[in-house]
C-alpha cells in the first residue's frame, strides 16, 4: 500500500541504527557537500563535523565518490536516530524533505544558535553513472553532525559544548510539540495547548493518546492537514493519493522511517478515510486514529527516552 516511501522504511530503527554503520575506513566514499547562498561549497567526509555560522542558511548534499567527480544521491535526511526534535530546533531550522529534496540528497537549514546537533540519513540510489549497488549496504545509512557557531555575549567564540544558554524543555511539552507537527503538518508547532501539557504530565503515556485523539479530532486537522500535505509536496494529487500521503508523512515523524505492518498500515488509512469525512462517525474514527497512532510499539521505540522521564506504566496497541 505504501510503496512509494517503503524504500526508506528501515532509514532509522532506534535500536542498531549506530551500531551496524561500519567504521569510517569502511565508508569514507560517501561525501557531504555544505552549500551555502554566497556559493561557497564545503566538501567533507561523511564522519566529519559539518560547520556553519548562527544566522545562516545551507543546503547539505549527500555524495559518493566517482571516477572523476562525485556522483549526486538520492536521499532521506532527518532527525538522527534518539534526536530528540527539541533539541535541533534549539540550533537550527529544518526544512522538511520534499520530493525535489529527496531525489536531490538535500536538506535545506537554517543555523540559529551556537551548539551541536546531528541528523541521520539513508542514500536510496546513486545518479548514472554510479550506482547504489557499488556502496557497502552498511554505508548507505549514518549520522552527520553539524555544528552551529557564532559570538558570545562578549564577543569571544561560544564552546559548542557548554550548554549554559539552552534551556531545557520538558518531556511532556516536546512530546505534545511533537504532536502538533506530526498530526497537524504545521512546519512549527507554535504555541501549544498548556492543558495538552498538564494532562500528558499528569496522565504520562496514557496522556499522550488523550492529546493525540483530541488532535486528530479538531477541526484544524480535519480542514487543514491534507492542504499543508500538498503544499509540502508541491504539486496537485487527487484526495485519495493525498491522504496516503498525509499518513506517510504522520509516520515518518512519529515512528522515524519505521513501517508499521501492511495491516496495521490499512487499518489506520482507513481510520483516516473515515475522519475525513462527511459521516456520523467521522469524528470516532479521528479519535480512534490519534490515539492508535501513539499506542503503536514504534512510536514508543522512537520516543521511548522522553516517555520514560514521564513515568509510569505504559499499555501499547501494537
Known amino acids: 500500500?505504501?510503496?512509494?516511501?517503503?524504500?526508506?522504511?528501515?532509514?532509522?530503527?532506534?535500536?542498531?541504527?549506530?551500531?551496524?554503520?561500519?567504521?569510517?575506513?569502511?565508508?569514507s566514499q560517501v561525501e557531504v557537500r555544505l552549500w551555502q547562498p554566497n556559493n561557497e561549497q564545503v566538501w567533507l567526509e561523511s564522519d566529519e563535523v559539518v560547520e556553519i555560522g548562527a544566522g545562516e542558511e545551507g543546503h547539505l548534499y549527500l555524495h559518493v565518490e566517482g571516477r572523476s567527480t562525485p556522483y549526486r544521491t538520492n536521499a532521506v535526511i532527518g532527525y538522527a536516530p534518539g534526536t530528540r526534535a527539541g533539541?535541533?530546533?534549539?540550533?537550527?531550522?529544518?526544512?522538511?524533505?520534499?520530493?525535489?529534496?529527496?531525489?536531490?540528497?538535500?536538506?535545506?537549514?537554517?543555523?540559529?544558535?551556537?551548539?551541536?546537533?546531528?541528523?541521520?540519513?539513508?542514500?536510496?540510489?546513486?545518479?548514472?553513472?554510479?550506482?547504489?549497488?557499488?556502496?557497502?549496504?552498511?554505508?548507505?545509512?549514518?549520522?552527520?553532525?553539524?555544528?552551529?557557531?557564532?559570538?558570545?555575549?562578549?564577543?569571544?567564540?561560544?564552546?559548542?559544548?557548554?550548554?549554559?544558554?539552552?534551556?531545557?524543555?520538558?518531556?511532556?511539552?516536546?512530546?505534545?510539540?511533537?504532536?502538533?507537527?506530526?498530526?497537524?503538518?504545521?512546519e512549527e508547532a507554535g504555541r501549544i495547548d498548556e492543558g495538552f501539557v498538564r494532562t500528558v504530565r499528569q496522565r504520562r503515556y496514557d496522556g499522550i493518546a488523550d492529546v493525540a485523539r483530541q488532535i486528530t479530532a479538531s477541526d484544524e486537522f480535519r480542514r487543514d492537514a491534507l492542504r499543508r500535505t500538498e503544499d509540502a509536496h508541491g504539486r496537485a494529487r487527487d484526495l485519495a493519493d493525498l491522504r496516503e500521503l498525509l499518513l506517510e508523512d504522520i509516520y515518518k515523524d512519529l515512528y522515524g522511517y519505521i513501517e508499521p505492518s501492511a495491516d496495521e498500515a490499512a487499518d489506520d488509512l482507513a481510520a483516516l478515510d473515515e475522519c475525513l469525512s462527511a459521516s456520523r462517525s467521522a469524528q470516532r474514527a479521528c479519535e480512534e486514529l490519534g490515539a492508535n497512532l501513539v499506542r503503536s510499539r514504534l512510536y514508543y521505540d522512537e520516543h521511548f527516552d522522553l516517555i520514560e522521564e514521564l513515568g509510569g506504566n505504559s499499555r501499547r496497541r501494537r
Open 1 to 27: 500500500m505504501f510503496g512509494r516511501w517503503s524504500w526508506c522504511a528501515c532509514l532509522i530503527a532506534l535500536l542498531g541504527f549506530v551500531a551496524v554503520a561500519p567504521a569510517h575506513s569502511q565508508c
Open 87 to 186: 533539541s535541533v530546533a534549539r540550533h537550527a531550522s529544518l526544512t522538511a524533505q520534499n520530493d525535489e529534496d529527496r531525489r536531490a540528497g538535500r536538506l535545506r537549514f537554517r543555523a540559529t544558535a551556537p551548539g551541536t546537533f546531528r541528523l541521520g540519513y539513508q542514500l536510496t540510489g546513486v545518479w548514472s553513472p554510479g550506482r547504489l549497488d557499488a556502496v557497502p549496504v552498511g554505508c548507505r545509512k549514518g549520522v552527520l553532525t553539524v555544528r552551529v557557531v557564532g559570538k558570545g555575549a562578549e564577543g569571544g567564540q561560544v564552546d559548542d559544548d557548554d550548554d549554559h544558554y539552552e534551556e531545557e524543555i520538558e518531556p511532556a511539552a516536546e512530546l505534545v510539540a511533537l504532536l502538533y507537527e506530526a498530526l497537524l503538518r504545521r
